[in-house]
């Protein structure tokens, strides 16, 4: 199936933050209004672990949900006004149940800047100072957590799906392709975009994740090895609350398993440009750095990692390992991508774009060209050195500098090429969307667009699982906990 065609393109990829945020909202909401309402008050007050954030543990039998979903799988009616009834704690809701109904959340009506670009400005998402904000505690009194409390926390947990499965897995048996990875943390990804993590455990989904992911992507793995792997992260999940979040997991998403992976493209546009780059047109795009090229443009003599260097009419010619460092830095970038916000704005294709543009500043020692995000008319220097450390790449200085941008124009530029018909407004809108991306990407260390991999505040997020403890309608009772309850009953009666 081809991109265009797929789920992934059409029902995944959203327009804008704002629609992102409005979806959060509106499972936020759902939760906040069900939590508060009389049939909540007899909800189960689970036993999350006061150090769980830092993926710890001290019950190995918490974190199980109530049950998967209601039995006839309809959602309740929606109310007179047209706002969607408050849920049941066993309620499952899918996309297409989210989605119509985002308009009734205030950050979707429209952004400041009045544009309708994927990066246009979206203000933060509402809080308790909102006017319809809508119920703050539950019906026992505990207080909720915010659209933006439940975003810390879904990233949190996300951030960690590469450490449970994926080429760098805690357990090696549960160590797989990253596209297993990639692919789990788009599952997870999109099963909160409608639900909450007040209403379903977001550990026992990021075990799920990983599980269905291994499956979809032909990477089989038991479920006792993911729930051994969660006990090595101190976090364990029972294989009985594995499999039935699955089934939760799978009803959440909307049964859309197809995920297209940015590991894919990146090795794709690499394995292109290493060939278009010895073409007569490719070789202008090319830049080695000047202690690698001799005065008349010839290799100093030095052997190359890819084979000797090869020169026609005194210009240096691409060897067949010059790109690898660019490579494998745009894969580590992949890596900080798929656990952030940016699969659910960007197509797969822009963001290996954008990571080899990235990648190519941070190991070929100079400025990437890209397009203004404003006007397009040309190409403006970035600073190098704005992304991450863990991106850059020992090889520095020693790469090729490539014009990533001169070659997205010089590879469409002739139609003849492509079975695809591209004009120069879409190869300018496109570049044009890879620059703003690759800025949003350089974001990523200061914690911003959902990655966790960066920025996070432990004590901040110590606070929100205590909150998130005494809230939930999921778990086991914490028998600490009530009887506390009943104590502090006790006093208030005597007194």
Known sequence: MYYGESSHANKWLLASKAELNALRELANRRARDSLSSSRASNAVDGSCPEDGIAMTTEDSTT???????????????????????????????????????????????????????????????????????????????????????????????????????????????????????????????????????????????????????????????SVTYLEMGTGEMNAPVPTRDILDAEMRLIRGIGFELLVFSPYKTVLSYTEDMRTFLRTERGAGLVTFPAERVGTNGARDGRRHRGGHRHHRGGRVELAGEDLRPMHDAAMRICDDVIVSDVPLLFSPGEIGLAALMIANECVGGGKVDAMTPDDGDGPIAIPPAAAGDDWEDPARGGSPRIDIVGYVRARFQDASESDVDVDDAAIVDATRRVSILGQMMREFKDGKHGCGNYGLDMDELKRLNKKLKKCRAWGVPDKKDETKKKKKKRKVEDA
Not at 66 to 76: C, K, Q, R, Y
Not at 107 to 114: C, I, K, L, P, Q
Not at 116 to 143: H, I, K, L, Q
Not at 163 to 188: E, H, Q, W
């Open 63 to 221: 974190g199980g949900p109530i049950v998967p979903f209601d039995d006839d799988g309809d959602s309740p009616p929606p109310s007179r006004d047209g706002r969607p009834s408050p849920p049941s704690s066993r309620d499952v809701y899918g996309p297409d149940e989210t989605r119509p109904s985002a308009r009734y959340v205030s950050t979707a009506e429209t952004n400041d800047g009045g544009d309708d670009d994927v990066a246009s400005y979206a203000r933060p998402m509402m809080d308790e100072s909102d006017p319809n904000y809508g119920p703050s505690t539950s019906a026992r009194g505990d207080p909720l957590l915010t659209p933006n409390d439940e975003c810390t926390l879904v990233s949190f947990y996300c951030s960690k799906i590469p450490l449970l499965i994926g080429p760098n897995a805690t357990l090696p048996r549960c160590r797989r392709d990253a596209k297993v990875a990639s692919t789990a943390c788009a599952f997870y990804r999109r099963f909160y975009l409608s639900n909450s993590v007040m209403m379903h455990d977001p550990r026992s989904m990021l075990a799920a994740s990983a599980f269905l992911a291994a499956k979809v992507e032909d990477c089989m793995i």
